[in-house]
């Protein structure tokens, strides 16, 4: 170990007993806890919701022919439209063409890969999600069983699920369909009100190399080769909700290529997509307390410097161990390390003391994903929280070498990360959105977990606009301290 290694371990040590020894410390570490807790706490205590639509979402354009007895049904999806994350297009097997009806469906999405689905309420899914057009499709019905596979080249096939028993007649329709749900949209009502809309979709897609192959004979049927075109219809939802409009789905077909059209949605609460767009993000929520515990981080970060200048303390510091930047290095990594440790605790248990409160009033399954800690999205916000935490300690503790009074610290740190970030938000949007994105604040973003239209910037960015405010600060610091008086 070199020697300035050591003298940097040493350094660390002595600043860790001083700052250890002074009661404010504590306390504002257990506050910065308290606080995230607390309100996190609060939070979830205070959000409810619910679905309001149908319980079972079931419109869609079908092409399809009657198949008698066991039967297989392959195509090749060669183009779907991407009017829609969760907008459908695959191969069903179904009892009639009365919305509601038992049915099986194997569907690409362009959101979200092939899907696999019974009767609108289970689901199976592939692994990688990333499925695209060019695919390759097939259903097989064998006694009650109905079996999907998927291919990309139309020779090496894999399984995606098996529906063991799927309610369907010895004869049922087979064929192909199209959806493409509402999405939602969303706009600036005024300074912090986002107002949202739903925006009508119609998908397309086109189909070749289609084949069902039945093994008993099956009633004929109108149409060329015995395929028809059917617009399924959402049945009606209970009293109160609104009905889904859906638009009369569209037919072309050039010998064994079918370019179909069609709007609706397939699916259920959780299943499908259904109810998933625009969802809040039920993780930052959780840890929407760190906003209040800033207030505990600022001080800590302040006082660690401050309090040696007012006291005339810091000259015996700089006697001891007069290397300026390492006893500035040593202050860093012992405040950092702490608020971090701390942060890393509160963000924690705010989430999973928040977790059961947030399913209690709505917020889960099958709406919304139960994630545990162990989650990659939840460990990056948790644990990127905990690092905001820390780079906000690191800011105040650079600021309080620059400023070198507690007072006028505080209230330049409180004035750039909490009441112009509050002015911005009810002055107008564009203020809200360049604080957002522009200034230390941004780093408050790395808790997002969800793609809202109201996030300002996206979670790794933010962290970084405040690490380069932080870095900048703390250069001037390292600078400045080298070339005053003690």
Same mark, same amino acid.
């Given at each position: 170990m070199t020697t300035s290694t050591t003298s940097l371990l040493r350094a660390v040590r002595a600043e860790w007993a001083k700052l250890?020894?002074?009661?404010?410390? /504590?306390? +504002?570490?257990?506050?910065?806890? #308290?606080? &995230?807790?607390?309100?996190?706490?609060?939070?979830?205590?205070?959000?409810?919701?619910?679905?309001? /639509?149908? +319980?079972?979402?079931?419109?869609? #354009?079908? &092409?399809?022919?009657?198949?008698?007895?066991?039967?297989?049904?392959?195509?090749?999806?060669?183009?779907?439209a991407d009017s829609a994350p969760w907008a459908k297009a695959g191969l069903m097997l179904r009892s009639g063409t009365a919305g509601g009806a038992p049915s099986v469906s194997l569907m690409l999405t362009p959101g979200h890969g092939v899907r696999m689905q019974a009767r609108g309420g289970t689901e199976e899914l592939t692994g990688s999600g990333r499925a695209a057009a060019p695919y390759w499709l097939r259903l097989s019905r064998s006694g009650h069983e109905v079996t999907g596979w998927e291919s990309a080249d139309g020779r090496t096939w894999r399984k995606v699920g098996t529906v063991p028993d799927t309610g369907l007649p010895a004869t049922a329709e087979a064929g192909m369909f199209v959806a493409s749900p509402e999405t939602a949209t969303s706009h600036w009502a005024g300074p912090g009100k986002v107002v949202g809309a739903a925006r009508a979709t119609t998908g397309r897609a086109v189909f070749d190399q289609v084949t069902a192959t039945s093994a008993a004979a099956a009633p004929a049927a109108s149409g060329a080769d015995g395929w028809q075109l059917t617009d399924v219809v959402q049945p009606p939802g209970p009293p109160g909700t609104q009905p889904v409009a859906a638009a009369s789905g569209t037919l072309h077909r050039t010998g064994r290529t079918f370019t179909v059209t069609g709007s609706g949605d397939l699916g259920s609460p959780g299943v499908g997509g259904v109810g998933q767009d625009g969802q809040e993000d039920t993780v930052a929520s959780t840890l929407s307390g760190v906003q209040i515990g800033l207030f505990a981080v600022i001080a800590l970060g302040v006082l660690a410097m401050t309090s040696e200048y007012r006291t005339r303390t810091i000259r015996t510091t700089f006697t001891v161990s007069p290397h300026r930047g390492r006893v500035l290095a040593a202050k860093a990594v012992v405040v950092a390390a702490g608020v971090f440790a701390a942060g890393l605790v509160a963000c924690a248990v705010s989430y999973v003391v928040s977790l059961p409160i947030q399913r209690r009033n709505g917020y889960g399954p099958p709406l919304f994903t139960q994630r545990s800690l162990t989650d990659p999205l939840v460990l990056r916000a948790v644990v990127g929280t905990a690092a905001f935490l820390a780079l906000i300690a690191l800011l105040s503790l650079a600021v309080g070498v620059i400023v070198r009074r507690t007072a006028a610290a505080v209230i330049l740190l409180f004035t750039v990360l909490v009441v112009i970030p509050l002015v911005a938000q009810v002055t107008s949007v564009g203020a809200d959105l360049w604080v957002g994105r522009t200034t230390p604040v941004a780093g408050a973003a790395i808790r997002q977990t969800q793609p809202l239209f109201e996030n300002a910037i996206g979670p790794w960015q933010g962290l970084g606009v405040l690490a380069a405010y932080t870095a900048v600060a703390l250069g001037a610091a390292f600078w400045l301290q080298r070339r005053r008086d003690a």
């Open positions: 250890r020894s002074v009661r404010s410390t /504590g306390a +504002a570490l257990l506050a910065t806890v #308290a606080l &995230v807790v607390l309100i996190g706490v609060l939070t979830a205590e205070g959000g409810h919701t619910s679905y309001g /639509g149908p +319980a079972r979402m079931d419109g869609f #354009a079908f &092409v399809h022919r009657p198949a008698a007895g066991d039967v297989t049904v392959t195509a090749r999806l060669t183009g779907q």
